[in-house]
């Protein structure tokens, strides 16, 4: 959660820095430094050119500081922490003497750091306020509660950021006066029932006006063509029961835009299109019977921490004219051509994958399975991974792998190549699960785990489980179940509020109550504790602590600053008054941290 600490000019001829909680200006080589800010202090709670921690961790910023492109102006932030607790957490705890790590953490339901932008004019030496909400109050429901991805336009005559309210519901794109500190509104987007993707993609055409607009504001993930004036020049995809991805390039020579979609046979096989600049002439590219993995192009794009890129090499020629494509299923090692990039015909196939060697193994592949969700209607999907020497007549006891966070991909079913697990070779099936809030659903299957993180998703898994029992060769009486992070907070969860389904779980670094989270991620789709009490209580482990019927192995990094030991510690209290046994591993001085895998698989067999 932590921001580059300085920033130099253009030209290269100064330096901004942050130092001792202030902002200070000097040449590059250090001398002739000057304090652009002085009321910056661990005792007044205030700090400029640096962001507070959550910022970091929950919005992706990076920076703090940010020259304009001529050099003249140097925008920075300023961040006000008296009112957020602090929280500490004991380092060095296997020395003779440990320290604390101390941090403004604010956790769901309290302050957050008051956030506001300042720019400092080089020449005149002093500092511009922007006018960050519209002169209105720091509340919860300001649309400035949170102010980031600060960027200055191409020409340096405004400074651009995004600003939501408390709950992530509003959000807005600004330009901001930075003589006058004036702000006037580029465009705004509302999800009533849900929340906003906290980082939407914005990539800038070369004019330095008009940019590409990353939105789900249909109900579906879709890119718009806009003007800094504000206005809307043309939706430039139209999907309403698939979803855009990924910006891929934006050819302007051509007046072509190449991106992903998520609309092959199924959700999870994603495929190249190219549409024109003018929202005409969409064209796929690929087979949709296949998964297509093409690098983008678009420099200084990023990537949202819930979806990061798959493959960072530019996949398009220069002049458009042709595209490299990996293309593969779950159960099809991955091959890959070169393509026309006009129609998508195939121009040379370059290489294949060699499993002869897999085959000589005596390996299974992957089956990917449907299941309905637990709403009843939702279609979702599973993969399976099999030993070797698999044999159906027998009985074979699963593990299921979890992370199971909103919008993530991560550990879920896949139609990239699915090669061998050593885990398997343990003799377990092992299983993947998706669940109404990953992403290709649409913005109205996420809506449906709104306010109630723990249990559909978690209800959604297990549905997953239990279609699988009615195979011969699956032990509905021994499925486990492990996973990090959220992945410990879904394994704790499924044991607990579905011992039918699962008989042992191995819960590393989980977040068991989130009134325990810190607010940006927490807020975004529980809002606060204070307004959702019967959310945070449903989605907490320790009422179900008593319920504890299968084996469970708790982990957690006594070092922990992200998901504080807390979490653990609160539910190791429950189950002990509960008069459960389990077991428990501790991480000495580590942070967010996984239990070690050969400890977790002597638990499991």
């Known amino acids: 959660g932590r921001q580059f600490d300085v920033a130099f000019s253009p030209d290269g001829s100064r330096k901004a820095f942050y130092r001792d909680r202030n902002l200070w200006l000097s040449a590059a080589n250090g ?85 506001d932008l300042f720019v400092y004019d080089v020449a005149s030496k002093k500092s511009q306020r922007i006018d960050v909400r519209g002169g209105k109050p720091f509340d919860n429901t300001v649309v400035g509660h949170y102010v980031y991805h600060v960027e200055w336009s191409r020409d340096g005559r405004e400074l651009l950021f995004f600003r939501s309210n408390r709950r992530q519901n509003i959000m807005e794109v600004v330009a901001a006066n930075p003589s006058s500190g004036a702000c006037r509104l580029v465009l705004r987007e509302e999800w009533p029932t849900g929340w906003l993707m906290a980082e939407p ?38 999907f309403t029961n698939a979803e855009a991805a990924a910006l891929v390039k934006i050819d302007e020579a051509a007046g072509v835009l190449f991106y992903t979609a998520r609309d092959g046979d199924n959700p999870l096989k994603l495929q190249l299109h190219r549409v024109g600049l003018d929202g ?24 949202r921490p819930e979806q990061p890129p798959a493959f960072a090499l530019c996949s398009l020629s220069p002049d458009s004219k042709y595209f490299i494509d990996i293309y593969q299923t ?31 193994l005596g390996l299974t592949t992957a089956e990917m399975f449907t299941y309905t969700a637990a709403d009843g209607q939702t279609t979702l999907r599973g993969l399976i991974e099999f030993p070797s020497a698999f044999d159906p007549a027998k009985k074979y006891p699963a593990l299921v792998s979890v992370y199971g966070g909103p919008e993530f991909a991560e550990l879920t079913a896949r139609e990239t190549f699915v090669t061998p ?44 489980v239990k279609a699988l029992w009615t195979r011969p ?27 039918e389904g699962f008989a042992a779980a191995a819960a590393s670094s989980p977040p068991t109550d989130w009134r325990n989270y810190d607010t940006i991620y927490t807020e975004r789709y529980m809002w606060i504790p204070q307004e959702n009490g019967a959310g945070y209580d449903a989605g907490s482990a320790m009422p179900y602590a008593r319920d504890l019927k299968g084996r469970l192995l708790i982990y957690y990094g006594s070092a922990d600053n992200n998901v504080h030991p807390a979490n653990s510690l609160q539910l190791i209290k429950a189950l002990q008054d509960a008069g459960k046994s389990f077991d428990v591993q501790v991480g000495p001085d580590r942070g967010h941290s996984p239990v070690n895998q050969d400890r977790m698989m002597e638990f499991f067999i």
Request: hydrophobic share 35%.
């Open 280 to 303: 005409k002439n969409d064209r796929r590219l690929t087979d949709p019977a296949f998964t297509h993995t093409i690098g983008g192009c678009v420099a200084r794009l990023g990537s």
């Open 473 to 499: 060769y699956f032990d509905k009486t021994r499925v486990g179940i492990f996973g990090t992070s959220y992945g410990g907070y879904a394994s704790v969860m499924e044991l607990l509020r579905h011992p």
């Open 31 to 115: 001398v002739d430094e000057i304090a652009i800010t002085t009321d910056g202090s661990v005792a007044s709670r205030i700090k400029y050119g640096t962001a507070s921690w959550v910022y970091g961790e929950e919005l992706s910023q990076r920076t703090a500081i940010w020259w304009s492109p001529d050099g003249r102006e140097v925008a920075y932030y300023r961040f006000d922490e008296q009112q957020v607790p602090d929280y500490y957490v004991a380092l060095n705890q296997t020395r003779v003497q440990d320290v604390l790590d101390s941090e403004a953490y604010p956790k769901s339901g309290v302050p957050n750091p008051i956030v």
């Open 201 to 238: 993609r914005m990539a800038f055409l070369e004019d330095g006006r008009r940019f590409i607009w990353e939105s789900q504001r249909n109900g579906w993930d879709n890119y718009y063509l806009y003007d800094l004036s504000g206005t809307l020049i043309t939706p430039l995809t139209t």
């Open 421 to 464: 697990n050593p885990i398997a070779e343990h003799g377990f099936l092992l299983v993947y699960l998706d669940s109404r809030a990953i992403p290709g659903l649409g913005k109205r299957a996420l809506d449906s785990i709104y306010l109630k993180l723990g249990q559909a998703e978690i209800d959604d898994m297990a549905e997953g």
């Open 330 to 360: 779950h159960d099809t090692p991955p091959a890959t051509r070169l393509a026309d990039a006009a129609t998508g015909q195939t121009v040379a196939e370059l290489a294949k994958s060699d499993t002869a060697s897999l085959a000589g």
